[in-house]
């Protein structure tokens, strides 16, 4: 699958994760009134069940989309396939909220506004390739930075920076 483009990582806690959804909260709030929120799985989904709670939105759907494949290895899902639609929704998206965890490539956002143009697409954080895609996100990251989610992450020892530094080289 060739090398990774990611050569840093960005570790989200639940708690940091919580505040930035609750940020985005702040700034959509008067934005709305929204009809609801379509969730892109899976990334989308927790911030998606913090917005609906702090706008009070009970309508709340789902789109379906795989891209990210994890090397043979198991290793962590770094590289991007094709796009694979498991399930869309009804209508343009007017006066939903189209929530994702990033984006990153703009390869799934492309995919999402043209299926919902007139969403208003929203990410906690957004990589330069593709945060011209998003309406409204809370913080940029590089290019080349993998952000890790609490979802995908387990406690265990970690090797200190220099450490790594010195072994790279």
């Given at each position: 699958?060739?090398q990774s483009p990611y050569?840093?990582?960005?570790?989200?806690?639940?708690e940091?994760?919580?505040r930035?959804s609750r940020?985005?909260?702040?700034?959509l709030?008067?934005l709305?009134p929204?009809?609801?929120?379509i969730?892109?799985t899976?990334g989308g989904?927790?911030?998606?069940?913090?917005?609906?709670?702090e706008?009070?939105?009970r309508?709340?759907?789902?789109?379906?989309?795989?891209s990210?494949?994890?090397s043979q290895?198991?290793d962590?899902?770094t590289h991007?396939g094709?796009l694979?639609?498991?399930k869309?929704?009804?209508?343009?998206g007017?006066?939903?909220?189209?929530?994702?965890d990033?984006?990153d490539t703009?390869?799934?956002?492309?995919c999402?506004r043209e299926?919902l143009p007139?969403a208003?697409f929203?990410?906690?954080y957004?990589?330069?390739a593709?945060?011209?895609?998003?309406?409204?996100?809370?913080?940029e990251?590089?290019?080349d930075?993998?952000?890790?989610?609490?979802?995908?992450m387990d406690?265990?020892?970690?090797?200190?920076?220099?450490d790594r530094?010195?072994n790279?080289g």
């Amino acid at each position: 699958m060739g090398q990774s483009p990611y050569r840093k990582d960005f570790p989200v806690t639940w708690e940091e994760l919580h505040r930035n959804s609750r940020a985005l909260s702040w700034r959509l709030l008067e934005l709305g009134p929204w009809k609801g929120i379509i969730a892109i799985t899976r990334g989308g989904l927790v911030p998606a069940a913090i917005l609906a709670r702090e706008l009070d939105i009970r309508l709340i759907d789902t789109v379906c989309i795989t891209s990210y494949a994890a090397s043979q290895e198991g290793d962590a899902a770094t590289h991007q396939g094709e796009l694979n639609i498991l399930k869309g929704v009804e209508g343009d998206g007017e006066g939903f909220l189209l929530v994702d965890d990033l984006v990153d490539t703009g390869k799934t956002a492309r995919c999402v506004r043209e299926m919902l143009p007139k969403a208003h697409f929203v990410t906690l954080y957004a990589k330069p390739a593709g945060r011209p895609l998003v309406d409204t996100y809370v913080m940029e990251v590089s290019q080349d930075t993998w952000i890790r989610f609490p979802w995908d992450m387990d406690y265990t020892f970690a090797t200190p920076l220099a450490d790594r530094a010195n072994n790279a080289g």
